[in-house]
Each structure stands twice: as C-alpha cells, then as structure tokens.
C-alpha cells in the first residue's frame, strides 16, 4: 500500500503544478481581475475612431489608466466611445482625449491629456473636446495636392 | 475497375472503423458514471501517463521557448521591433507550440505505450481473466487511460509553456540583451485570456482524441505479436495527424 501511497503523492504534486501553471498563465498574462474588472465608465465622441477597438488601452501621461469598452456609431456620422476608468483615478473636467499610436507602426491607443478645472469627471460624463486619430494617408494625399496646385 | 472498386471498399472501411471507433468512445465514456468507481486506477494512470511525461514535455519546452526567442530576435531585429520578442515566443508558445509540440510527444511517450500495452493484454488473454473476475476491462483499463490522458495534457501543457516563457526570457533578456521591464510588460500587455483558453481547449481536445484512439487501436489490434507493433505504430501515426488536423479546426474558430 505504501507503494501506491507515493505514486497518489507524486501524483498530487503533478496535479498541484500543473493547476498552478494554468492559474499563473491566467492571472499574469491573462489579465484576469486586472484592469476593466472594476472603476467608471467615460464617454468621448470622435470624428473618426481611426483604429481603435475594443481592448485598446487608455493612457495618461504614458500610464495604462483603463481600456476601451466599446467603439460605436452614433447619429450615422460619429464614433461614439466608452472607456472603463481603473478606481482611484481622477480626471478633471476640462480634460481631452486623442487618438495616438505608440511608436511609429505600433498599435493605436486613447490618450487622456489631463486637464487644468478643480472638478473631476464621474462615471458617465462625456469628454467635453477630443482629437481624431491622425490619418497618415489624409497627410500623404493632402501633401501630395498642395504640391500640384503651386 | 478494380482499383475504384478497392477504393470504394477502403473508403467503406475507414468509415466503419470511424463509427466502430466512435461507439467505442462513448460506450467507454458513458462508464465514467458506473460503479464501483476506478479511482485508485485513475491515479495510477495519471502517474504512468502525465508523470512519466513529465520529463520529456519540461525539455521540448525549454528549446522550443529557447529557439523562439532566438529566431524571433534575429528577425524582429531587422525591423527593429526586437521590444515585441516577448509577446512573439508567449503567444507562439500559448496558442500554437505549447499544445501542440506537448500533444506530439505525450503520443510519442504515453499513447504509444497505452496501444502497445493493451495489444499485449489482449495477447495474453488479461481481459478475459479480468472478466473472469467480474472486473469490467473497459471501465478498469480503457475508461482510466482515455480519463488521465484528457487531465494530464492540459497540465502538462501549462507546464509546457510555463518552462517555455522562462526558457525564452533567458535568452531574450539574458543573453541577447533585450530590455527586461520591456520584455515582462509587453508579453502581458499582448497576452490575452482568450489566447490562453485556446492553449488549454485545444489541450483537452487532444488529450481525450490521444486517449480514445491509443485504446481504441489496442482494443481492436490483432491478437499476435505483429498486429500489435501495428496497431502501435497506426496509433500514433494517426494521433499525430489528427492532432494536426484538429489543431488547426480549433484556431479557426478562436482567431
């Protein structure tokens, strides 16, 4: 019996590391009950989303402060965005928001420029002024046609 | 003429021996309820069949994290983008080499052996006597092997990519220079829940697939010595196919 005893010990131990691995995976990489499990929700319409999903991140001063919920039509002409704010963070009420890329191919992602008023936003509120994503081939093309018409 | 007709008669087979197959999966798993219940032989299954792989899954895990992160630096470094090597061997490993590189030699390891030792049973006439004793083999010897294979590949693949992530880390950061705090931030900024629930599905498929057709082919080798080294090497030559296959059905759905 003593003989089987060990092989349900190591057995256990196999089990356990295994479980734990999953877990680690889950909990480190996954993100689970990391940012977006908890805080409040902002709204912010854009002219043009310009590449920004669900998911993407949402930055103050260079710092991950929430994510995007959901990127939505609004009135057949706008994006409508709603970002999940991590617990804690204020943002004042005269703050912007713009679309950014980080680095020069990487992905796009909502950053929050802080604002100057003593009073914050609270969950709901609406980004009073925001900047479109900057469309390179708009650039390209505008470039392109100033220089014909010299 | 003949050869459509041997066609014809080869395709029928296959596809007898699927439903035979397929009967034989749920008949097995439909014991899962029956009693007396198999427990002491489940642990033992899983010690023989997650254990014993043990070894084997923490070296393939190793090189593999170890070589992706060299090809990927030397690739990555031509763009200049060598800051994504981390989130490159994570989601390699999560989504794609962990399972399937860890179901590859769990067949090579434990599958081979399930085919090969109840072919040997069936030789020498275990079953029977097993029967004699009122003990149901299917219960007590497929039912235990097709259960542990479906537990013990998931772990054994979270191990697989645990030893993998670290193994790359290494090299990355430690040999070929990459910023660390880089490395670590960009791999779990990248590395979604989805993508690993990918890893873990994919595993628990294969171990179930590994499991029914290791016993399955043993059940219906042929009782002589020859059709078991057969059945053996149909067993794993089929598990490694089908892996593949069903690998790449379940990235479809997940991407």
Known sequence: MSGYKKIEMVVGIFVLIGVMSIAWLAIELGGVGGLGSNGYKLVAVFDDA????????VMLAGVPIGQVVSVTLKDNEEAEMVFNIKEGVLIASDATVSIRTKGLIGEKFVRVNQGSEE????????????????????????????GETK | MNIIGQLGRNVM???????????????????????????????????????????IIVITGAFTGMVLALQGYHMLVKVGTEALL????????????????????????????????IGIMRVTEQMDALEMMAVNPQARVMLTRIIACAISLPLLVAIFDMVGLFA???????????????????????????????????????????GIICTYMGQRATATTEGVAKATTRAVMLCSVMVLILDYIITSFYL
């Open chain 1, 50 to 57: 310009g590449g920004v999903r669900k998911g993407s991140d």
């Open chain 1, 119 to 146: 009073d914050y936003l609270a969950e709901g509120d609406e980004f009073e002024d925001t900047e479109s994503a900057i469309n390179i081939e708009d650039l390209i093309s505008k470039y392109i046609f100033s």
């Open chain 2, 13 to 55: 087979q296959s596809i007898a021996k699927l439903g035979d197959a397929t009967l034989f999966a749920l008949a097995t798993l439909r014991l899962f309820f029956a009693k007396p219940w198999q427990g002491k032989h489940f642990v033992m299954q899983m010690y023989a069949v997650g254990v014993g792989s043990l070894i």
């Open chain 2, 86 to 117: 981390g989130p490159w061997v994570a989601l390699s490993l999560i989504r794609e080499l962990g399972p399937v590189l860890a179901a590859l030699m769990f067949v090579g390891r434990a599958g081979s052996s399930i085919t090969a030792e």
């Open chain 2, 168 to 210: 790359g880390y290494l090299i990355g950061v430690e040999m070929l220079g990459v910023n660390g705090g880089v490395y670590i931030g960009e791999t779990i900024d990248k590395v979604g829940m989805i993508d690993i629930q990918a890893g873990i599905t994919k595993s628990i498929y294969f171990g179930l697939l590994v």
